[in-house]
């Protein structure tokens, strides 16, 4: 079982920034893939980022280049380094984790004002 508790949503203007937190409540390096996909209204849910053991990512083409995801092993957090934000990443953005099944966040809102 993995709880998993997102913060650093919020509101901002096009062109600013922000960074999410995903805290795990267990160590987190043994968990083959950790990130996030984003929800916004009318649309489905879209993968944004992820990374896996060894430190690989991928990212959405949407995202590269503007968002970074890392994590931190010794504090059992996952990073979402968000950086010259548009109106289009306006979404509720769900943390996960997989090990040998889902595990998902309550989801942190994103608002970016044009």
């Known amino acids: 079982q993995v709880q998993l508790v997102e913060s650093g949503g919020g509101l901002v203007q096009s062109g600013g920034s922000l960074r999410l937190s995903c805290a795990a409540s267990?160590?987190?390096?043994?968990?083959?893939?950790m990130g996030w996909y984003r929800q916004a209204p009318g649309k489905q849910r879209e993968l944004v980022a992820r990374?896996?053991?060894?430190?690989?990512?991928n990212y959405a083409d949407s995202v590269k280049g503007r968002f970074t995801i890392s994590r931190d092993n010794a504090k059992n957090t996952v990073y979402l380094q968000m950086n010259s934000l548009k109106p289009e990443d306006t979404a509720v953005y769900y943390c996960f984790a997989y090990s040998h099944q889902y595990y998902w966040g309550q989801g942190t809102q994103v608002t970016v004002s044009s």
């Open positions: 267990r160590r987190i390096f043994s968990i083959s893939t």
């Open positions: 990374i896996s053991i060894g430190d690989s990512t």
